[in-house]
Each structure stands twice: as structure tokens, then as C-alpha cells.
């Protein structure tokens, strides 16, 4: 089993200072803070021996949430300062960019750091403020009811693209979001006829100077691997699946990480791919240690349940901890950050202990809640959010400890 750390891009400040110097993520020293401490956890990462390193790209949160708009950007001046952890963007929203651009970013990423890619990660973007903005429309997120049907055509249709522009010296695409070249029946009186029938790939110009495929360049050194997060959506399991994709799910419930597990795999199956259980799949989670399992609830608490009590549980993201007792007719909310805290290590999200106590956790993470064999860890973490008063060794004890008790167990 590999482990990618996910780290945030949190501005590591206290509530008082967020309000005081608001808005934060415009602070230009604060931001350095945050860089400084994101560059740190990634070096930290690479000493202990973790596989691979990831974080999210989001925009506009001036409030210093998920602060890192271009993470593979960011990569580029880590892996200079590293030697061996590989990077994965956790994720690209491709529903954002243009997905030939995106393509040639991570292919040319591949050859000025051969083998340090360990793959990229595909989202559909659910934040309307700048998913509306970037995409300059109002039908543009997931995990809404008016626009997540065109959302997913869309991001199907770009990361076809990028599937092509990897594979292909040249290729015709004609979907609906997206042609290449525009338009698809071709570009006519191109100057550079003659050169390209000489030089370029053989279906890229007719004989009349028509363009009728491109290619996009560099062609990757590794080809990248593609991941699919996945929270709510049977269906993004099943497309996963059926494309050899590997899929990350976020284990809300114990039960449904293993029915999703086995939901990927059988589709798998039915699409000509055998797999074992846990095969092309990965688990994120989100882990506290302590002393004791009081110290350990405690950091949970003032990490994760501050920032999912806060923040994430406005997008609905904590519906995946709801049980039969909750209210079906009211939205998931629960008002007590060490409440919901609780509820996440009930479900089994939140791994929280000794190290003793989150070695047996990781065990049934590993074999995903049954006779399954993971093949990727995702451990979440948000001590680098955490205040200087507050941080001091805590982030470093909670990496190395992971690195130290648990990760040896399960190579």
C-alpha cells in the first residue's frame, strides 16, 4: 500500500488573527507564512518516506481556506528541493482550463522531473463562486441540481481530450464542449501546408492545406496516471471504472467504501479488466495521533473539525457521516465542532489514537473492511493550518509518527 500525503494550503493563522488581518490570503506575509509551512510539510514528507505528496487547487478564498490555486506549479520549485516523493495534483478541475493546456502542463512537467509525477487527479469543481467565474457561466459546478448533468458531460468530454493529446501524434475530436481543431471539420488555407505534410504527423493537413488533426506537444516521458475523486456519485465509480481509472474515495462510512470498492471492481470486470479488491483504488482518510487517545481527539478537534465544522460542512460535504438517527428531512449540520469530530471517527474517517490504536484502524483500511488489498492511502492532513503558538512539533510528530509506527507495517 502506498501513502500520498495530502496536505492543505491553510494560512496557518488563529481565528482572532484571520478577523483582525482579514482578508488573509491577500496578506502577502501571511501567504508567505502558508508557503513556507506548505514547502516544509512536503520536505518532511520526502525525508520520512512518504510515496507521494498532493494538494488541492482552488481560487478566490480570500478568507485563506484552500489557498493554492496552481499546485503543479508549486511542484516545480518542490521537487527541487526534494529527492525522491512524487507529486500528484489533488486535483486538477479540468472543467476550468482548457484541457490541451492542461495536457501540456503535466507532459512537460514529466520531462523536466522524470519520475516524480506519480499521477493527477480529475475534478468536476463544485465551488460556484469560482467555478462560475473561471468558466464565465452559471451552469458550470457539481453537486448541483440544475448544472451536475452538464458538468459531468463536460468534464467527460475534456478529459477525453487529454486522454488523446497523451496517446496520439495527431487526433480529430468533436464533442460537444470541446473540437480539435476548431472547428472539426478542419481549418482551412493553413500557411504552413507543405511543412507540416513534411514534418508534421502524416493526418494533420490535406492536400488541399486543410488542418484536420493536431498533435499536442511534448508527448508525455511517463504517460501520467489519472485519478477520480469520488464522494457521492455511484455513476463516477462506474466511469472511472470502465476507463481504467483509479478512483479515491472518501471514505464517509465504512460500509460504502467497501460497496464502492467492490461496485469499481466489478464494473472493472464486466469491461474486461480483472482486478483484486482494492486494485486501482484508493482510501483518503484523515488521522490524529496522541500520547494518549485524548491528546490524539484533541489535534482532531482543533484540524479537522474545525476546518470541516467550518467550512466544508456548508457544501454538504458532511452528509457522507449521516446515519439512520439523523433527521432525513434536515440538511446535515451538526453545530459542535468535537461533536462532529466524533462523528467522523465513528464513521471511520477520522483514524484517532496511539499509534498502537491507528495501526489496527489503518489494518481494516488496508484490506478495505474485508479481504481487500489497498493499493493508495490518502492521508489528509491539516496540521500545517495549525497557528505558530499551536504548531510548534505537533505537525512534525503527527508525520513521523505515521511514517515511523504505521507505514513499515503495511509495504
Not at 482579514?22 to 496578506?27: E, G, L, N, S, T
Not at 525525508?47 to 480570500?62: K, P, R, Y
Not at 477520480?228 to 474515495?249: C, E, K, M, W, Y
Request: glycine share 6%; proline share 4%.
Amino acid at each position: 500500500m502506498k501513502t500520498l500525503l495530502m496536505s492543505t494550503a491553510a494560512v496557518p493563522v488563529s481565528v482572532e488573527e484571520r478577523r483582525a488581518r482579514r482578508p488573509v490570503a491577500r496578506d502577502v506575509e501571511l501567504y508567505q507564512r502558508m508557503l513556507r509551512r506548505y514547502e516544509e510539510t512536503a520536505c518532511i514528507a520526502d525525508e520520512l518516506g512518504f510515496d507521494g505528496f498532493g494538494s488541492t487547487e482552488h481560487h478566490l478564498q480570500t478568507e485563506g481556506g484552500e489557498s493554492m490555486p496552481n499546485p503543479l506549479l508549486a511542484y516545480a520549485k518542490l521537487a527541487s528541493m526534494t529527492s525522491r516523493i512524487q507529486f500528484m495534483p489533488m486535483s486538477v478541475v479540468v472543467t476550468s482550463h482548457d484541457p490541451i493546456r492542461v495536457a501540456e502542463d503535466l507532459a512537460l512537467f514529466t520531462h523536466m522531473f522524470p519520475g516524480r509525477l506519480a499521477g493527477v487527479q480529475f475534478a468536476r469543481g463544485y465551488q460556484t463562486r469560482w467555478m462560475q467565474t473561471l468558466t464565465q457561466s452559471e451552469n458550470a459546478v457539481a453537486l448541483n441540481p440544475v448544472s451536475d448533468r452538464r458538468n459531468r458531460d463536460r468534464f467527460n468530454d475534456y478529459l477525453a481530450v487529454i486522454e488523446k493529446a497523451w496517446t496520439q501524434d495527431s487526433f480529430n475530436h468533436r464533442g460537444e464542449f470541446y473540437q480539435a481543431p476548431f472547428p472539426a471539420d478542419g481549418i482551412r488555407s493553413w500557411a504552413l501546408a507543405d511543412w507540416t505534410r513534411d514534418y508534421g504527423s502524416s493526418g494533420e493537413v490535406d492536400a488541399d492545406g486543410t488542418i484536420h488533426e493536431i498533435g499536442v506537444i511534448p508527448k508525455p516521458l511517463q504517460r501520467p496516471r489519472v485519478f477520480i475523486p469520488n464522494t457521492f456519485s455511484r455513476q463516477t465509480a462506474i466511469d472511472a471504472a470502465q476507463h481504467g481509472r483509479t478512483l479515491v474515495f472518501a471514505a464517509g462510512n465504512r460500509e460504502r467504501a467497501r460497496e464502492t470498492a467492490e461496485l469499481y471492481r466489478d464494473t472493472a470486470r464486466e469491461a474486461g479488466q480483472e482486478l483484486r479488491l482494492g486494485q486501482n483504488y484508493g482510501l483518503l482518510v484523515k488521522i490524529a495521533f496522541g500520547d494518549t487517545y485524548e491528546q490524539a481527539f484533541d489535534y482532531a478537534a482543533r484540524t479537522f473539525g474545525f476546518w470541516y465544522h467550518h467550512f466544508f460542512q456548508k457544501f454538504g460535504f458532511t452528509e457522507i457521516f449521516r446515519t439512520d438517527a439523523d433527521d432525513p428531512n434536515r440538511p446535515f449540520d451538526m453545530a459542535d465542532t468535537r461533536a462532529l469530530t466524533q462523528r467522523m471517527i465513528d464513521c471511520g474517517q477520522l483514524l484517532c489514537g496511539t499509534a498502537d490504536q491507528v495501526r489496527d484502524q489503518i489494518a481494516e483500511v488496508a484490506s478495505v473492511y474485508g479481504d481487500g488489498e489497498l493499493d493508495w492511502l490518502i492521508y489528509e492532513t491539516w496540521g500545517q493550518s495549525l497557528p505558530d503558538d499551536e504548531r510548534s512539533e505537533v505537525h512534525r510528530y503527527q508525520l513521523s509518527t505515521y511514517a515511523d509506527e504505521i507505514m513499515p507495517a503495511f509495504r
